[in-house]
């Protein structure tokens, strides 16, 4: 596979001739950040999995959390992660590893600093994988922009050093990974990191709806005009249920129209939020939510609307 780059504005792909512009829909397949292993996450055989939602959906690139701790403390968790990074090049898809957390705080305001060193382990064992990203950290929040981007700088010190030279890292930003707002001023961006991009995390609860087209350009629209931006998350269900949910499907397939629209109008990358977790893409059979490890998740059920429309986005 060619490796993932950024050419201006834009995310690209490294191929002989020199980069050219490159346009990625995918998921995020939740489980493995809050479960010791792939049993436990319904996941046991990567590759398969992987190459199912790929032939069935289109995906191309595939989001996969990880639990900070987990992987610094466990062994067993890394040979699981090993086989998840050589089930998708199997598949054919790009893989973009991210820490969530740590799996008794999933969703802390700024990970610890042993990230940097297991990033710098991260790099050494698969900097050298073209399908690979690394993505920093979830969803940075409650914190002002500088003393993230001085951890993120630090990562990306630590992933280069370590070898990984040309593998795509990608920064969230500020309000749980919304808000790329900061990078307006070039002194906020990160400088001299070799491919970089910058992800937010666009759901119904951000923003005054009624507003969400202004909203989305204030927050990372605009700004995708001047620096890389993913959208790395997003999702939303008729069921209520909150952070993501509506009152009703209808409002929640025209919140989700609109914001698919918008990343296609934007010429933006995406990844669908979750296979695994709420809100659900798929069921683990029909009628049936997925609850791991006892339901995994199947490619052939999508939920609707979320699923459904997800799954018609990616294959257009």
């Not at 029909?286 to 490890?293: A, C, E, K, M």
């Amino acid at each position: 596979m060619e490796r993932l780059t950024v050419l201006e504005n834009r995310l690209a792909v490294a191929g002989p001739q020199g980069a050219r512009p490159v346009r990625l829909k995918g998921y995020n397949r939740s489980g493995f950040q809050h479960k010791p292993s792939l049993a436990l996450a319904g996941m046991p055989d990567p590759a398969a999995e992987l190459r199912a939602f790929a032939t069935t959906w289109g995906a191309r690139i595939v989001r996969f959390p990880l639990a900070l701790d987990l992987y610094l403390g466990d062994p067993a968790y890394r040979d699981d992660l090993d086989r998840v990074v050589t089930g998708a090049e199997a598949a054919g898809v790009y893989l973009m590893l991210e820490f969530h957390g740590v799996s008794d705080a999933p969703q802390p305001p700024l990970p610890p600093r042993s990230i940097i060193g297991a990033w710098g382990a991260l790099a050494r064992a698969y900097g050298g994988r073209a399908h690979v990203v690394f993505d920093l950290f979830n969803e940075p929040h409650s914190v002002p922009w500088a003393p993230w981007k001085a951890l993120a700088e630090a990562c990306v010190r630590a992933i280069r050093d370590a070898g990984a030279l040309a593998t795509l890292l990608v920064v969230g930003g500020l309000d749980w990974a919304y808000d790329l707002s900061p990078l307006r001023r070039p002194e906020n961006r990160i400088a001299d990191g070799g491919p970089l991009a910058y992800a937010t995390h666009p759901y119904p609860f951000k923003g005054v709806p009624a507003h969400r087209e202004a909203e989305w350009d204030r927050h990372f629209g605009d700004v995708s005009e001047e620096v890389p931006v993913l959208v790395a998350e997003f999702g939303a269900n008729g069921s209520g249920i909150p952070p993501f949910g509506f009152g009703t499907n209808e409002e929640a397939v025209d919140w989700l129209g609109a914001l698919l629209a918008y990343i296609d109008a934007r010429g933006l990358s995406g990844m669908a939020w979750s296979v695994g977790d709420m809100p659900h893409l798929v069921d683990a059979a029909p009628g049936v939510p997925v609850v791991l490890p006892a339901a995994p998740p199947h490619p052939e059920e999508p939920t609707d609307p979320f699923g459904v429309m997800v799954r018609d986005w990616m294959r257009a």
